[in-house]
């Protein structure tokens, strides 16, 4: 059966993949004939607010979902969420996939509300993800640097759970490391 939409993109850190995450991406693959991931603050890596490498961010999102989808880095560039980001989101997606994206899915946040402001973001249609689960990236790292195996297990994917002790060694060693790049 064919899908409404050829491309749909999702941009996020992913700093560390959850079920809120999965949501928005399952729900791309199901209205999609293609899904791009563009990983956030891509160039950023061991610091409280970003602990994990782009590879490890790519390797958790490989991990649960396979092929489905294509994943990217998508470096800082310092301009903060604004139709500029966008036009940068847009060229980095062109430049992956050869053609723009149809569709952008995401969390309803209000500091992407300008991204598809400019020229290259008319026409795409944007798909806001409602929070059904309760969960941000920062609490289940808390999970995580306390050992808390039980509470990020509810909030993970099981194809992760063999990464756990790995995933809280980095995040340990960085938790006080407050210096960043990024936005």
Known sequence: ????????????????LHKGHEDMINSALSLCEKVGVFV????????????FTYETRKAMLERVFG???SVFPLPDIGVGNNAEWGEYVMKNVIDAFGFPPDLFVSGKEERRATWLSGD????????????TIDISASALR??????DLDNWKKY???????????LRLQ?????????????
Not at 40 to 51: A, D, F, I, L, V
Request: glycine content about 8%; charged content about 25%.
């Open 40 to 51: 956030g603050s891509s160039q950023e890596s061991g610091t409280n607010k970003n602990p």
């Open 156 to 166: 993970s994917n099981e194809s992760l759970f063999d990464m756990f002790d790995d």
């Open 120 to 131: 290259s973001g008319e026409a795409v249609a944007e798909l806001y993800i409602p929070k």
């Open 67 to 69: 092929e489905s989808i």
């Open 1 to 16: 059966m064919k899908k409404p939409y050829k491309l749909g993109i999702l941009v996020g850190r992913f700093q560390t």
């Open 142 to 147: 808390e999970y995580m640097i306390n050992g």
């Open 171 to 183: 995040l340990v060693s960085a938790k006080d490391n407050n210096e960043t790049k990024s936005i």
